[in-house]
């Protein structure tokens, strides 16, 4: 009888034993299973000396800065330790990709980093009294539209050249030439992609939106800028549009050569347009943050709230954000480069 009870006690334990494993193997998968979501967060403050070449040596004081974003999305114990982290951000996979892949998103934001670098040393080198040149280098597609005959071939970041053996000198003249074309009428376009060129065939199609004939895709004009001095920016990795102001400011002394705040550091974010108008950006309440750690003694940030309610200016929001963090840091509203340009004039 003792024999029998031997057994089914180790029997029991093993049994025991299986369920304590299988219990934190099914918790370990549970905790590491993806989520819809991708967690942000303060990154940091980068000089943007580093990534500027010319013959002048670059300021050092000028910094760029970034938001912290997980690559995939984030696993479920991510997400609830997010929770934990003041200033973290969980941002929907639909809202933060709008439909794309993630290689189709950075893709985007490439461009985005592309354009602003060529916007600010375009607008710096005016700014500064010299005659930049812009050249017309095709149309990146941002988006292939439903219904487009090119779903399926052309791809985010792609480089529209010309069509059917015409090569196009301007945005307006690609449109131009595909709205003169009979709907349903067959259309060859030129396309770069990873530096080689490739032909698509496909049909044109009633563009939504506008009603009209096209080749159905969402573009923006790329061009690139040529200066003496000439001027490259390389920010490696970092993506995005919204160091286009800093840009802007390291370019100008750069052109101008003038120092416009030597031995302070000087943070900020916002886009820049040809014209100088600074635009608003997202995560500016993480940038405050980690523009403060940095040691940052000014942040620029965008109030321009054109369309949008005022409670979304990047400015309130890093006012408030600063007072939060409780830091001396000067909050500066900037609509434009200029009032960039003057405060650091006057304040240095």
Known sequence: MNNEKKPLQKFSKVRKWLFIILTFFLVFIGLNWPTNYYIEMPGSAVSIGQFVKS????????????????????????????????????????????????????????????????????????????KPKLHYKGVYVMQVLKGSSFKGKLQIGDTVLGADGHKFHSTEEMISYFQKKQLGSKTVINVVREQKKINFKGKIVKVKGTGKPGIGIQLVEHVQVETKPKVTINAGAIGGPSAGLMFSLTSYEVFSGKHLAEGHKIAGTGTISPSGKVGMIGGVDKKVVAADKAGAEVFFAPTDTTGMKKSASNYLVAKKTAKQIGTKMKIVPVRTFDDALHYLQEKY
Not at 87 to 102: D, F, M, Q, V
Not at 106 to 126: D, R, V
Request: aromatic share 14%; proline share 5%.
């Open 55 to 130: 013959k002048v040596k670059p300021p050092s004081n000028f910094y760029l800065v970034t938001v912290s974003e997980t690559s995939q999305p984030a696993t479920v114990w991510e997400y609830l330790f997010s929770f934990t982290q003041k200033h973290a951000s969980r941002i929907p996979k639909n809202e933060l990709l709008g439909g794309s892949s993630s290689s189709q998103y950075q893709e985007l934001q490439n461009w985005y980093m592309q354009t602003s670098q060529q916007n600010a040393i375009y607008y710096a080198a005016k700014k500064a009294g010299l």
